[in-house]
């Protein structure tokens, strides 16, 4: 299998053991159940299951949203279960993008602002002041890169939903993280406009070698990447064919 084939050096995540469970009033709901996973540097992985399957719980942990109840998460060669709450901030902050399905902009914000919005999120105002000719022009080119490039001065509420989903997959893309993650990107948009979403994704990914781990249920979208991992039940199931 590919996993078995990488060398360490090509591997940029990877979990062993992970356990995560939730507390229902007085029932333990277990969610995630010992999974193993690696995803190579300039991989496009999607992470495939139905409902209820752990793949929205497994995204948030490996993007640090969330922490583990057993298990180990080995993120560039870094074990983050050991790192400090600050260091763990910063790697979120600095080398993980997120795309969910809802797309989180700031209705009083513009385009270009909001796809700056990490940018003045992650750092002091003055800092901020003094780069924002730079980061305003990298925002303007990513934009412009997603077809957006004459929407800057647009508000979200003049924007369609794939319109929409692209300012959020460039904001994501603010810092050249060394992994996006995606949740369900398509699940608010129709087949059609889902599909130009997921373009725009596989392009960049071609363009740039971009590695993008993709929460999806959609066998349409999961047949387009390279592999998928197969969760049910909390548990990686064994690859098919």
Not at 35 to 60: I, N, Q
């Amino acid at each position: 299998m590919m996993d078995a084939m990488s060398n360490d050096a090509d591997i940029l995540i990877s979990t062993t053991g992970l356990e995560r469970t939730f507390r229902l009033g007085k029932v333990d709901l277990p969610v995630l159940r010992g999974v193993d996973l690696t995803v190579r540097r300039g991989e496009f992985v999607a992470l495939y299951g139905h409902s209820g399957s752990g793949k929205s719980t497994l995204l948030h942990i490996l993007g640090l949203l969330d922490a583990p109840d057993g298990g180990s998460i080995i993120l560039d060669g870094e074990d983050v279960a050991t790192l400090s709450a600050a260091r763990r901030n910063q790697i979120r902050c600095e080398d993980i993008g997120f795309v969910f399905q809802f797309y989180h902009l700031l209705p009083e914000l513009t385009v270009l602002e909001n796809a700056m919005l990490p940018a003045m999120i992650g750092a002091s105002w003055p800092k901020f002041r003094r780069n924002k000719k730079e980061i305003s022009a990298r925002a303007t080119e990513l934009l412009d890169e997603l077809g957006l490039g004459e929407r800057l001065k647009h508000r979200p509420r003049e924007l369609s939903g794939g319109e929409r989903q692209r300012v959020a997959i460039a904001r994501s893309l603010l810092h050249g993280p060394k992994l996006l993650l995606a949740d369900e990107p398509t699940g608010n948009l129709d087949s059609h406009t889902g599909q130009s979403i997921m373009d725009t994704l596989l392009r960049y990914h071609r363009d740039h070698g971009q590695t993008i781990l993709m929460v999806t249920h959609d066998d349409d979208l999961a047949s387009q990447v390279e592999r998928v991992i197969h969760l049910r039940d909390g548990q990686i199931q064994p690859h098919q064919g």
